[in-house]
């Protein structure tokens, strides 16, 4: 049984299977139907795409759902229920579970007492590795290659949790070059930074904006974690730094592309959505392929055996 707790899991072999799978997900799942199975998401914090992307994947599958949003106040949390208890109990109930939590660690605790899979679908300001599956799954469709590219990220890199786990995965390739852009208070965790330097990939903080949008193949942005910080006046202070608008948009390059993890405030103005380069909306329709892929790699009996995940925490 695998857990998928951090994006340092994700082998090249894993990658090449889950998105071998994914494509095979978009012409006919149908090989994969798994109508016995059943997935809880558990959400102690908000989401539209992940869980709903998660409950759509395993209902595309034929599989069904049991789902706890609001989890800390609808699930018996507000009782005062550990986690792990929380987690051992639901363990009997379904044949995976997808949790999505406020604290950093807290998909790993739940790992070490689930008797099924757990996927981290976010826990705190920590990791969100399901999402560096699809980030890089949407930047390898639109490239058809990872190594040697130039990706700027851009915004709250200190609490983005999706760019810290983009960070890990990359770690896996050749030649990539990552610009930091962010508020001086939201400047990626050094850990992040030992890790590129430890897998030989260059990175470098970068104040000019334009400098990055010009230099970028791929333009990563992120909205401030308004949830992460305890201090109203500092998350004011790091808001609307950065924005792309039509004024920026002359600035990338013709081949670039534009993501977000989404939800956006105002780092990217709808007034570029039609733009060709701007690929959000791609990224967050690729996560159902992505998650229908990874769930059956963790629940087909012959997929599971083969599944070349690292499994060290
Ligand atoms: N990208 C992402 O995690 O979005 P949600 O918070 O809506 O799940």
New binding site residues.
């Given amino acids: 049984m695998h857990h998928i707790v951090e994006s340092q899991q994700f082998t090249l072999a894993f990658l090449n299977q889950i998105y071998r799978l994914a494509d095979e997900m978009q012409l006919d799942p149908r090989p994969y139907f798994m109508p016995n199975k059943i997935m809880a998401t558990v959400f102690f914090e908000?989401?539209?795409?992940?869980?709903l992307s998660f409950e759509s994947a395993m209902h595309r599958l034929g599989g069904n759902v049991i789902s706890t949003e609001k989890a800390a106040e609808f699930s018996s949390h507000s009782k005062g229920e550990s986690l792990e208890d929380s987690i051992r109990v639901l363990s009997g109930y379904a044949d995976v579970i997808a949790l999505r939590h406020f604290e950093i660690g807290s998909a790993k605790r739940a790992a070490k007492v689930s008797q099924v899979p757990v996927i981290n679908a976010?826990d705190g300001a920590g990791q969100?590795p399901t999402?560096s599956l699809l980030d890089l799954y949407t930047i390898q469709a639109n490239f058809g290659k990872i190594d040697g590219l130039t990706i700027a990220l851009v915004g709250d890199l200190l609490y983005g949790r999706?760019v810290r786990s983009l960070c890990y995965l990359l770690g896996r390739f050749y030649q990539v070059k990552l610009l930091f852009v962010s508020p001086s208070i939201c400047r990626m965790g050094q850990d992040i930074k030992d890790f590129l330097t430890g897998h030989n990939l260059p990175w470098e903080e970068v104040e000019d904006f334009n400098a990055a949008l010009r230099a970028a193949d791929c333009v990563y942005m992120t909205r401030i974690q308004k949830e992460r910080f305890l201090d109203m006046d500092l998350y004011n202070n790091a808001l609307n730094q950065y924005r792309i608008d039509k004024t920026k948009t002359p600035l990338l390059k013709e081949q670039a592309i534009v993501m977000h993890?989404?939800?956006r405030l105002d780092e990217i103005n709808k007034e570029v959505d039609s733009d060709p380069r701007m690929k959000y909306f791609q990224q967050a329709a690729n996560g159902v392929w992505v998650r229908m892929a990874l769930i059956t790699s963790l629940l087909h009996p012959q997929l599971q055996k083969e599944t070349p995940l690292e499994q060290k925490f």
């Fill in positions: 908000p989401s539209t795409r992940t869980r976010g969100h999402q999706t993890p989404l939800p």
